[in-house]
């Protein structure tokens, strides 16, 4: 099975078995809307890809650790979309789950998603409870304060924060819990993950704003310029369009450098680049290239690091 | 060191070592307020209660349980206050966390208070593994759907819901969470202290069902008359105040019953009768009984009951 169908699969088991039918049927449906049929997948497929590196020898724990970085994203996106937020009516193509059930249901799912995020941990962990302790720690890292997801998204509501800072915290910290994650998942040490958590996360956050700036709502699945819109620190405004380009080249760069040495590190670094071409495709480099002469060209990334 | 001085400190221990300096300053000012000063603390001090009946012998793990129950109460609280549910500017006598910090920071807040209480389960638990995941189904259950928190706040978007169903989970799991979880950080099997959770939380929703209406806002501490104003299901309404005291009294004999045979099952049940005297005072019962003389009067509970 590929990833992205196990990943499905797991999250899918456990919405069904979290979500019983004595459970208040809008909440089920509001809760399934903020999951289904979801983005890419990018956090729970980097941490099986992680745990597949370092062996994966409880793939029940994994996939816990996988459908919880998963739930924990979701409920930030739900909370995110909220009119006290972003007010955002569109999320993944679709109208983001306030807007088809309202602010109550959409405030008690991401509710919902955290806990069942734990629910998750609790179920595959009582098999594991050696390994349980550290993967709780590094989700409630990544998911609350001081420095996680919660953490960051706050950070836009004081009147001075450092780009960084919000960056690691809203989005980074949910990446270093995929890659490490997935180590502890398998029994490994996370400390030797972290970085390639790290790289990435800052990545895609780079990533996040040159396509923000660069596509259409359509293109997106949700609303664009909204970075603009609600005056949040930006790499593209910055850096430039193609300052921001060249640095998450050079991150993405890092990453590959990143993947520490283990049995399967031609496929861990191999799946780095696949990203990297996804966050930003080759025709969005060019089209920066061609508006900003001085800007690197698709394919920047040097090839030579996808060998182990 | 009493009850109530050992979960301040708890509280204010985890609360310290979750938000270190490098939290941004709203975020926890906003939490600290959802959680400080607090109210009766009633469900950490019936978790500490049961723990002590068990023999306490892991009192650390007895106080994350404790912590993790009130932070969860607190972050439903928060959300439960803000303006697309029950939208109250008052709770404990002082402004709600929306109506001091904003909405952005009380959604945080909460989402940040639950992912708190996790981690106070992950550090605390790290040195008793064995007992982590059944004490973290049990908060799990409570919090979570299809039958907690926040599965219970949901039925008040159904257009149909049992009013035990919405009590059970709204208020009632909780308090079953407070006894179970106490019995699981000592380490004793959960199951025989069930009904006392059970019945308590049942007696609970019923003295607010009551209070809400009896009490005005200065007594309540929160806007009085919220049943009524947002038409949610109410044991003053369905069965008239002098039943629903009555009922009350039931469910507090029926407590007091249900405590089951352990060390210190007298002080236990005398516990319970204290508790119940602080929910409806003798001098509401006594109102209550002038307006509708064939009501219970104050002192039905048979106090033989509190000798085990």
């Known amino acids: 099975m590929d990833m992205l169908a196990r990943i499905q699969q797991a999250l899918e088991q456990e919405l069904t078995c979290a979500l019983s039918p004595s459970a208040p049927p809008r909440l089920m449906a509001a809760m399934r809307h903020a999951v289904f049929p979801g983005g890419a997948r990018i956090r729970p497929q980097l941490c099986l890809a992680v745990a597949q590196a370092c062996g994966d020898d409880a793939p029940e724990l994994t996939d816990a650790a996988a459908v919880a970085i998963e739930l924990l994203h979701c409920a930030s996106l739900v909370h995110d979309d909220m009119p006290c937020f972003d007010d955002a009516d569109l999320r993944r193509g679709l109208p983001s789950v306030h807007k088809l059930h309202g602010e109550p249901l959409a405030l008690l799912s991401g509710d919902g998603l955290i806990v069942m995020a734990f629910q998750a941990m609790a179920r595959a962990g009582a098999r594991h409870p050696g390994r349980l302790t550290g993967l709780l720690a590094t989700l409630c890292s990544a998911a609350g304060a001081p420095d996680g997801i919660v953490a960051g998204q706050a950070w836009e509501c004081e009147p001075r924060a450092s780009l960084s800072r919000y960056q690691r915290a809203k989005t980074g910290a949910l990446f270093v819990a995929s890659t490490c994650a997935g180590a502890q998942a398998a029994g490994a040490d996370p400390q030797g993950w972290r970085s390639l958590g790290e790289c990435l996360g800052e990545a895609y956050q780079v990533a996040d704003d040159i396509r923000d700036v660069m596509l259409g709502s359509d293109e997106l699945g949700k609303p664009s310029g ?55 495709p080759p025709d969005t480099c060019e089209r920066i290239a061609s508006a900003t002469p001085s800007a690197p060209r698709a394919g920047f990334i040097p090839l030579r690091s996808a060998v182990a």
């Open 226 to 280: 909204q970075d603009a819109q609600h005056h949040r620190p930006s790499a593209a405004d910055d850096l430039g369009l193609a300052g921001a380009l060249s640095y998450f080249q050079q991150l993405m760069q890092d990453a590959v450098d990143a993947v520490p040495y283990c049995a399967h590190r031609g496929a861990m670094r191999a799946l780095v680049l696949q990203e990297s071409a996804r966050l930003i």
